[in-house]
């Protein structure tokens, strides 16, 4: 019972943050908005038992990429409102767009009612433990690319960013 | 099933209420110095603080994009330790192979570093 | 006691369908280059979610390895993505996506 409560609340709030990020004026508000809709979808990933992968999406998201975010506004100086709004007919269009996506999205999800969920539940299943034997047996090479990738955006961010320096 | 460890959603009961007492705190706290303090506005008392000496300028200035650097690093390093948490607990049960597979990730993460090294994007003269 | 047991899988379903259509109203609607950013980031974060409700109401831990392997791909796209906006607002002063409109036919 306390969980549907929680899953009603977290989905509102998640919700709720997501529009606030795309619709406040201010960048500055925008990221803060989209760190508490982190929070919230971390919440939910409590309550879908992925205990470990909600510390890391803290971590990882509302840790790290969100003061990325910040020191690129700070960077970037955007105090004045300089945004040129977009004309009525392009809101318009977008809204329109996202809104027949949302209609195509929800239509097919009816597939996924037929979806039974497993016989057994396996309460351990976001535990580290396990994570960490499917990711270092079957996922052995994706895991050995992201590395390379990683490389690859450090090289990216330097080669970049050490250009505008001089 | 028989699990040695069994967590579910209600184990964590305890930080979710660590969480509403911190904030609560915080709000209440905030609210009520805003309620029980005497107020006073003047001029003078309401003009930003910064040491007596008179404010100059907007406190948004656009500052060195060294401290981007280094922010930019720091995220693509923590992706690569959270990668470090599921092999360290496993450390025994994977054993050498695992050992290597850690070995080669962080390889190609230390030609990384060392690019970054000799490129000088950590110095700060 | 968990969500698996009180709440049915197809109310993940919508609620991650609900975030990534936020998300692509966001890289519709708005011209600044840093919220166009941050929508594209709720749209994986969406995508996240999916997986993980996926590979917990399945039992199939290979799920939550996918979502790992998202965050790096994440960061990655951050950082170089971030680098590159600094270096457009270096040369044309402002974060407009409008602006960048030399390779347009």
Redesign the interface.
């Known amino acids: 019972m306390i969980t549907t409560y929680l899953f009603y609340l977290l989905s509102f709030l998640a919700i709720m943050f997501a529009l606030m990020v795309v619709f406040s004026k201010n960048p500055i508000h925008s990221v803060l908005y989209l760190v508490l809709a982190f929070f919230t979808i971390a919440g939910h990933y409590v309550l879908l038992n992925a205990q470990f992968l909600a510390a890391v999406h803290i971590i990882v998201y509302a840790g790290a990429i969100m003061v990325l975010f910040l020191f690129v506004i700070m960077l970037l100086n955007l105090n004045k409102e300089t945004e040129p709004h977009k004309s009525v007919w392009l809101k318009a269009s977008a809204a329109v767009a996202s809104g027949s996506l949302l209609v195509v999205l929800v239509g097919s999800l009816k597939g996924a009612a037929g979806i039974q969920s497993a016989k057994t539940f396996d309460a351990s299943i976001g535990l580290i433990e396990n994570l960490g034997q499917t990711l270092f047996n079957d996922f052995l090479l994706p895991f050995e690319v992201s590395s390379i990738l990683l490389l690859s955006a450090m090289v990216g961010a330097v080669m970049l960013g050490k250009k505008s320096i001089k | 099933m028989l699990l040695a460890v069994q967590s579910t959603p209600l184990d964590f009961l305890p930080i979710a209420l660590m969480f509403v007492v911190a904030l609560g705190f915080v709000v209440i706290m905030l609210f009520l110095t805003h309620q029980l303090g005497p107020k006073k506005k003047s001029k003078v008392k309401l003009e930003t603080f910064e040491c007596g000496i008179e404010v100059q300028g907007n406190a948004r200035l656009p500052f060195s994009i060294k401290y981007f650097l280094v922010a930019i690093l720091f995220v693509l390093f923590d992706v690569e330790v959270i990668f470090m948490y599921p092999w360290a607990v496993n450390f025994k049960q994977l054993g050498l192979i695992g050992f290597v597979e850690m070995l080669t990730f962080v390889g190609f993460l230390l030609v990384g570093f060392y690019y970054i090294l000799k490129k000088g994007a950590l110095k700060w003269e | ?7 049915p ?7 991650s ?10 890289v ?5 280059a ?2 166009i ?3 594209i ?2 749209m994986l ?1 969406a995508v ?2 999916l997986l ?2 996926f ?8 799920g ?2 996918f ?3 998202i ?10 993505g ?6 457009v ?2 040369n044309t002063n ?3 996506i ?1 602006t960048l409109n030399k390779l347009k036919w």
């Open positions: 006691m968990s969500a698996i047991q009180t709440i899988l197809e109310w993940y379903l919508l609620l369908t609900v975030l990534f259509t936020i998300g692509v109203l966001g519709l609607f708005r011209r600044n840093i919220i950013f941050m929508s980031e709720l974060n996240n979610l993980v409700a590979s917990s109401y399945l039992s199939d831990s290979k939550q390895v979502v790992f392997f965050m790096a791909v994440a960061a990655a796209e951050v950082a170089v971030l680098a590159i906006l600094m270096m607002y270096r402002s974060s407009d409008n």
